[in-house]
């Protein structure tokens, strides 16, 4: 009898032992949301990339702003450009990707610089194509035209390419014989906005719409921000033609 109870207390240890055993597993749950959690930070610090900055090209991807610098390049700034101020030397590229030296500009002959926000757009179009149809009237007065904007050399040379090939268009639809005009003065590129800032016509990443007009020597005569499309080419052209000395009346001193 006494070995009976024995096996009887026996098996019932067992069965004890085996709900406990059971019962485990749920006391193991939170180590699996703990891994599931470690997971997440695991994606996360992968998404941050390793701390020796191999990750830096990923980070520049996603940086929207056209003024940021690239790795190893080294900030210009310019002084605030205002009435009276000659034009700075700073270095930038034209639509053939050619370096321009902005002080020399105006060595020889006034110039009048027009700013567009974003090249190949109606509004900018409109002002190039306005400064173009009034060129011959700039040069005979002796001042030379320039285009300046933030996009590259080869998204200025591509809307060259595209209005003279509208123009063409243009031509052989209505059947007329219209001069082939592409944009007769040079596009300056200012990526980086560094001379468009100092002409006060940078603001948040953008470009103001706007002009400015240098003399001979390149003292800064007269400036409009923001301005029109269509207005911009008239009202430069008209200030230039104001500078002239007044003509006498032929007939007020007749002998």
């Known amino acids: 009898m006494p070995p009976r109870k024995g096996s009887g207390a026996t098996s019932t240890e067992p069965t004890r032992r085996s709900s406990r055993i059971v019962a485990q597993p749920k006391e193991e749950q939170p180590k699996a949301v703990s891994k599931k959690r470690s997971a997440k930070a695991t994606d996360s610090t992968e998404d941050a990339g390793p701390e020796d900055g191999s990750s830096m090209p990923k980070k520049a991807k996603t940086n929207n702003d056209e003024d940021a610098l690239e790795e190893g390049e080294v900030a210009v700034t310019l002084a605030p450009i205002d009435i009276g101020d000659v034009l700075p030397s700073v270095t930038l590229k034209n639509e053939k990707g050619e370096d321009v030296d902005i002080a020399s500009l105006a060595v020889e002959k006034g110039v009048v610089l027009f700013l567009v926000p974003k090249a190949d757009t109606p509004g900018c179009t409109n002002q190039a194509c306005g400064f173009r149809d009034v060129h011959p009237d700039f040069t005979s007065l002796e001042y030379a035209v320039y285009c300046l904007s933030a996009d590259s050399p080869t998204a200025q040379s591509k809307w060259q390419t595209k209005v003279l090939h509208s123009r063409n268009i243009f031509r052989e639809s209505l059947k007329v014989l219209l001069p082939q005009k592409e944009l007769?003065?040079?596009?300056?590129?200012d990526p980086k906005r560094v001379l468009v800032r100092a002409l006060g016509a940078g603001e948040?990443?953008?470009?103001?719409?706007?002009?400015?007009?240098?003399?001979?020597?390149?003292?800064?005569?007269?400036?409009?921000i923001p301005v029109k499309p269509v207005d911009s080419p008239k009202l430069a052209l008209e200030f230039i033609k104001s500078l002239l000395p007044t003509k006498l009346d032929n007939t007020a001193d007749v002998a």
């Open 204 to 224: 948040g990443g953008k470009t103001k719409r706007s002009h400015f007009i240098f003399e001979k020597g390149g003292k800064l005569l007269e400036k409009k």
């Open 184 to 189: 007769p003065y040079p596009l300056i590129s």
